[in-house]
């Protein structure tokens, strides 16, 4: 058996791999000779990954929504689809497959306009919430931010209301009718109204699913506007103004703007003197970044926060007795409010909350609505023909790097895009515009938003601009749906996540394996046979690891039978299922500890009924042993945050009853594996397997009790064996040094320390140990080591018993 490295190796520290004299598949730097072996246990990459580097990057660089509950998708859409709430009327913009729905309104296909019932408009006056004001420090009463755009409180803003004693008093633009209004001054309604009192014209700009049509029509009512007009969005700047009738509130939805065809200065001015003199209004709705040359300029618009859109739309609606704040407090409902999604989609909620007050929706049903959004949304996108293959191949790579950094997303796109179109049309070459459509363009037309957060490299964290789905199932669903609904492009998706999972970034093969893992839980057959089997059985590292990270991301995902798969591969003949399903138990072994570490000790007996040891046995029982201390570790981090110890002390009590037999080495090796890791970066911070010591209860009888002499015993047995002392030693070195500036830590020492010391031997090693602890250039042990050795006792009478000699 190989001794144990004496310090923490891989890039965090986390944790001592064993020595290896040779350069094999697990040897960090190749240092060695090369010796000749057979081909199953031969490999071309000379780099390694510790079992708990390889569960810290799977946890660094999945979506966040992998590994929590919501992920989980099951059936299909509930209820069938629903196109219309509230008699048809949709509070809101309708999105379908990015594109807004027409309506034209009469037959004649030369007309450029056409009426909108009053009716209409009255009936989303009743459900029309407006949004607050913004304070003086820029946020929202609910502590929201600003929207994108203009300052409102520019000086030059057409909009800006005078300043009024009360911050919370109606703002009064000098209409007589409007002593009661209910938006709040300096409100994006308020800003845009009183540019269009002033001007006749108001340009107000925002995202498709904010519900700006429906904020448009409003502002024409509160103008004063009776009759209504939707105006062709297709008409030039220059021909508006010819279609304006008397006395009328004119609408144009989704009014395209671009360099190319900029709204400037003299239309806005024509437009504002035709309707003076007509005695008309006019809102034009502009995308969220205009292309406006002068002129009063765009007011953005932000609609309220969902749970007062649901509240807007609830009051009005017969709730069978019960009250809206009762309904809005329901788990159901917040969980669904809690993911960002179009306002016509809250629109469609607040009819199925209605049907649960009244008895006709289940509360399973109610919330399962956010998985019906979501694929209803998906399946749009797929079927629109407004949507290129381009755009398409964008969507599913933004799926596939929901949260990640966007230039990542760009680029890789660009590459599912060549082997799509190789499939649709493989005569013709992929045509990717290199400055096409601009990057804020791309991302709001797939309902998402940008943002800068820190991303984790290898030297530390890098400022990056992420993009991520307004709707937070919108990525797991659209994975699921490609690969289940669109078996077509299964060979493009297989070839691009191959290649993603041999990419030198980790968050690039990371996120290879999480997409494997979504189409594993919805198809787990093809997904195997495809992409998982292949990358378990792959000689190279990184594939391997793409099949662990895929396995264990698809059970959180609920995909059935891992663990069966896994228990399989374990004792299976080829070495690299063996190795794949190893490391999967670090990764996801803590979902179920007990048979995890059964399947892993099995592994290790198995390894005699081989022949005996050979070539490469030593690397195999390290592995092993890796993944049963990180699994054993992640236990013990969940019972301490659960204060439920049960699980861990059951688990770690078992140990020290293997260290005899064909166990103890694997044993031993684990024991010292679990020292290595901390709970700060480069292996800084307090050492989790001494924190699990110190939060453990020590009263007798209870399960922290039991896990903490668990843990006494194994450290006995790892300072008394001949191959593993030095490595125990320089551990408690590392960890007494560590306490020097951690009295957390120092407490949890002067309680194990006297647990180690049960025989006179034991004592003189310790206490040698720490008498000669000696920091860099210091010619005196550290404070911390003196008062430890202080409260270390003699366990006989003999305290006169001289130290132990240095060469122990």
Request: some cysteine; glycine content about 8%; charged content about 25%.
């Amino acid at each position: 058996m190989n001794a144990p490295q004496d310090h923490l190796a891989g890039p965090d520290g986390q944790g001592p791999h064993p020595e290896r004299p040779a350069a094999t598949p697990h040897t960090p730097d190749g240092a060695g000779e090369t010796p000749t072996v057979p081909e199953e246990l031969s490999n071309t990459e000379p780099e390694t990954e510790h079992a708990w580097d390889s569960r810290r990057d799977l946890y660094r660089h999945s979506p966040g929504i992998m590994l929590g509950h919501a992920a989980r998708i099951g059936g299909s859409l509930v209820g069938g689809d629903q196109h219309g709430v509230s008699g048809g009327q949709v509070t809101g913009d309708v999105i379908l497959g990015g594109s807004k729905v027409e309506y034209h309104l009469g037959g004649d296909t030369e007309e450029r306009s056409g009426e909108i019932p009053a009716a209409e408009i009255e009936a989303l006056a009743r459900n029309f919430t407006y949004p607050p004001a913004e304070r003086d420090d820029g946020t929202r009463p609910d502590g929201t931010p600003p929207a994108e755009g203009r300052d409102p409180d520019a000086t030059d803003h057409p909009g800006h209301p005078d300043a009024t004693d009360h911050p919370d008093a109606p703002y009064d633009p000098g209409s007589p009718d409007d002593a009661a209004e209910p938006w709040q001054p300096g409100s994006p309604f308020a800003l845009a109204l009183a540019g269009l009192r002033e001007h006749r014209v108001a340009i107000l700009s925002g995202p498709a699913t904010t519900g700006r049509r429906a904020a448009a029509l409003m502002l024409l009512r509160a103008a004063g506007s009776r009759t209504y007009r939707s105006l062709d969005p297709a008409l030039p700047p220059g021909r508006l103004a010819a279609e304006l009738r008397e006395g009328c509130g004119h609408l144009v939805a989704d009014f395209a703007t671009s360099p190319e065809r900029p709204l400037r200065e003299h239309h806005i001015r024509a437009l504002s003197e035709r309707l003076h003199a007509t005695g008309s209004h006019l809102v034009l709705v502009v995308g969220p970044h205009p292309v406006v040359h002068g002129g009063p300029g765009h007011v953005p618009w932000k609609p309220p926060e969902p749970a007062a859109l649901l509240a807007g739309h609830l009051r009005n609606k017969d709730l069978a007795g019960r009250s809206v704040d009762e309904l809005l407090d329901l788990t159901v409902v917040r969980a669904v409010l809690a993911h960002h999604r179009p306002v016509a989609d809250t629109a469609r909620f607040a009819e199925r909350v209605a049907g649960h007050a009244r008895g006709t929706v289940s509360l399973a049903e109610l919330g399962a609505f956010g998985h019906y959004a979501a694929e209803r949304q998906v399946r749009e996108w797929f079927d629109s023909g407004d949507h290129t293959l381009h755009d398409k191949a964008f969507l599913i790579a933004l799926a596939t790097f929901d949260e990640a950094p966007y230039p990542l997303t760009a680029e890789l796109s660009d590459v599912l895009f060549g082997l799509l179109q190789r499939i649709e049309n493989p005569g013709e070459p992929a045509r990717i515009p290199v400055f096409g459509t601009s990057s804020a363009q791309r991302v709001e037309q797939a309902l998402a938003d940008r943002y800068q957060e820190p991303e984790e490299t290898e030297w530390g964290p890098v400022l990056q601009t992420k993009v991520q789905f307004r709707d937070r199932l919108t990525a797991i669903t659209l994975l699921r749906e490609v690969w289940t609904g669109h078996p077509s492009a299964r060979p493009a998706l297989v070839a691009w996540l191959r290649r993603l999972a041999d990419d030198p970034r980790p968050v690039v093969r990371t996120r290879a394996a999480a997409t494997a893992a979504v189409m594993a839980a919805a198809d787990l057959p093809s997904a195997m046979a495809l992409l998982i089997r292949s990358w378990a059985a792959d000689r190279r590292l990184r594939s391997r690891l793409a099949a662990a990270n895929a396995l264990a991301l698809a059970h959180h995902l609920g995909a059935p039978h891992v663990s069966r798969i896994l228990a399989e591969w374990c004792t299976a003949p080829d070495h690299r299922l063996r190795w794949t399903a190893v490391r999967s138990y670090a990764l996801v072994g803590d979902a179920f500890p007990r048979e995890a570490l059964a399947a892993l000790t099995e592994a290790v007996r198995g390894m005699a009924t081989r022949g005996g040891p050979a070539r490469g046995w030593a690397e195999e029982l390290d592995d092993l042993a890796q993944s049963a201390a990180v699994l054993l570790l992640a236990a013990g981090q969940e019972a301490a945050a659960d204060d439920d110890w049960d699980t861990a002390a059951d688990l770690w009590g078992a140990l020290p009853t293997l260290t005899r037999g064909a166990t103890r080495d694997f044993v031993l090796r684990a024991m010292v594996h679990a020292c290595g890791p901390t709970d700060g970066p480069a292996g800084t911070g307090r050492p989790l397997l001494l924190d699990l010591f110190g939060r453990a209860d020590p009263k007798p009888g209870t399960d922290g009790a039991v896990l903490r002499h668990a843990l006494a015993a194994l450290w006995r047995s790892v300072l008394n064996d001949l191959v593993c002392t030095e490595s125990g030693k320089n551990t408690l070195r590392q960890w007494v040094r560590g306490a020097e500036n951690d009295r957390g830590a120092e407490t949890a020492l002067a309680e194990l320390l006297p647990l180690l010391a049960v025989s006179v031997e034991d004592h003189r090693r310790l206490a040698h140990l720490l008498e000669k602890l000696r920091g860099e250039g210091d010619s005196a042990p550290p404070a911390v080591a003196l008062r430890l050795r202080a409260l270390l006792s003699a366990p006989y009478a003999d305290a006169r018993t001289p130290a132990a000699s240095p060469s122990r």
